[in-house]
């Protein structure tokens, strides 16, 4: 990992892409395509965070051109390798502030962060820099779209700071939460003969009325908020939401 990769360096990218994960399965993959390719219609997508390409690459598949902002090359190199990563544009860089040029190829009809990566900005100045700088990129009646989960403080007794999401002989997993600043980071244990490997990654969780402030500030409002890609409803007992603001078209 270099410190221009952020916290997704080689050692990350290069185990990234689990095809035994369900975040990779074509039930999980295909309701977010059809999703956002009804919502960029004929115009253009922007994914910020592009990653190794899951949902950018099947995106442009179905004829929605897709540039990608990403702050990791290792990420990108391996978006790059597979077939069809060439039609991808992307920009190096952090997503909250990275501009992408619009005066060729016109503004994008939606952007999108899926599978929890607003979360990746760590201070809520980020974040809002981020609903900034999207609605800079969009044109009027353009959508920003985000998946991400609703903090699972729920699951917090009194005292206790740790959730444990994954238990099993050759993985731990647990995040812990600072409810005071929002912070909280997700520890990894790869136990591989016999010996564990630990890393964890940063995030600031945010709640879902936190982000419709968040889209006000930057001059966007709520058009639709489901539990998933799927547009089951959203409820108090959701643990993900997938919400739309748009940008006004007058």
């Known amino acids: 990992m270099t410190d221009e ?22 039930d999980t993959i295909d309701p977010a395509v059809e999703f956002l390719t009804g919502l960029a219609g004929a115009g253009r997508a922007l994914e910020l965070g592009v ?29 790059r390798a597979k077939p069809g990563g ?23 009809s939606v952007a999108y962060l899926v599978f929890n990566t607003i979360m990746n900005l760590t201070t809520q100045e980020a974040q809002v820099a981020c609903f900034r700088n999207v609605a800079e990129h969009l044109a009027p009646g353009g959508c920003f779209v985000i998946e991400v989960m609703v903090p699972e403080l729920r699951k917090l007794p009194p005292g206790q700071t740790a959730v444990p999401f994954h238990v099993g002989p050759e993985r ?19 136990i591989v003969d016999g010996r564990g490997e630990y890393t ?38 959701s643990g993900t939401h997938v919400s739309v603001w748009e940008k006004p078209a007058d």
């Open 200 to 237: 964890d990654i940063p995030f600031r969780y945010v709640w879902p009325a936190e982000l419709d402030l968040m889209a006000q500030l930057a001059g966007l409002r709520l058009r639709e908020r489901w539990e998933g890609w799927k547009r089951e409803p959203f409820t108090h007992d």
């Open 5 to 26: 990769d952020g916290y997704f360096g080689e050692s990350i990218a290069a185990t990234y892409d689990d095809p035994s994960s369900d975040t990779f399965q074509p």
């Open 51 to 79: 990653g190794t390409g899951r949902i950018a690459l099947p995106l442009a598949a179905r004829g929605v051109p897709v540039h990608g902002i990403d702050l990791s090359r290792a990420m990108v190199a391996r978006l």
């Open 86 to 108: 060439d039609a991808i544009g992307v920009s190096i860089g952090d997503f909250a502030t990275t501009k992408v040029e619009t005066k060729t190829d016109g503004m994008f």
């Open 172 to 190: 731990l997993g647990f995040d812990t939460y600072d409810v005071a600043t929002q912070s909280m980071s997700s520890h990894h244990i790869k």
